[in-house]
C-alpha cells in the first residue's frame, strides 16, 4: 500500500518515538573505520520532553542486523528485517508480553518504491508539509553536530584519560 503523497516514509512503531519533540540536542558518539571519511558506526540517545527516549545503534562493521525494538512496562514490540526489505518480504511483528510473544504476519509492502514514489510527488508538487519528516531528515546532521569532538577514534575523545 503506498503512503499518501507528502508523508515521510518511515515504520509505523517508529513513529512512536519519531513523532516526539526532542527536548534537548541527541547525545551522540560516532566512529569512523580506519582510513575511513565517513562515520561507519555509532550510537544516539534521543529523548523527549514526556520522558520517552530512543536509543539507536549502527555499524557497517558489525554483523548485519535490521531491526526495531519499542519496549513499555508491560512488554515490547520486535520487528526484525524492519529497513528496506525486499518488496515481497512479509514482515513479522512480535508483541511479547511477560514470556508470551506473538507473530503477527503483516502484508508486503516495498518500502524502498514507496519512498521513491513520495520523493517524487514531493519534488513534482515543489513542496513536502510534514513537519516531522522535515525534521527526521535534520537529525543526522544534529547527530553530527552533538558528536562532534565525542568521536570514537578521532579526535575529542580519550577514554584513558582521568
Known sequence: MAPSPGRCRRPSVSGLISSTRPSEPPTAVLSAGTARQVDTSGAVLLAAPSGVTAQLTFGLEHAYMSAYQVRGSEGHITVDRAF???????????????????????????????????????????????????????????????????????????????
Open 84 to 162: 528496506t526489505p525486499p518488496a515481497d518480504r512479509v514482515p513479522v511483528l512480535r508483541p511479547a508480553r511477560g514470556s508470551e510473544v506473538e507473530e503477527l504476519r503483516l502484508s508486503p509492502d516495498d518500502q524502498v518504491g514507496n519512498t521513491v514514489d513520495v520523493f517524487a510527488e514531493a519534488v513534482r508538487a515543489g513542496v513536502h508539509h510534514d513537519p516531522d519528516c522535515l525534521r527526521q531528515a535534520r537529525l543526522p546532521e544534529t547527530v553530527r553536530e552533538t558528536a562532534d569532538g565525542v568521536r570514537a577514534g578521532r579526535s575529542g575523545l580519550d577514554l584513558n584519560s582521568t
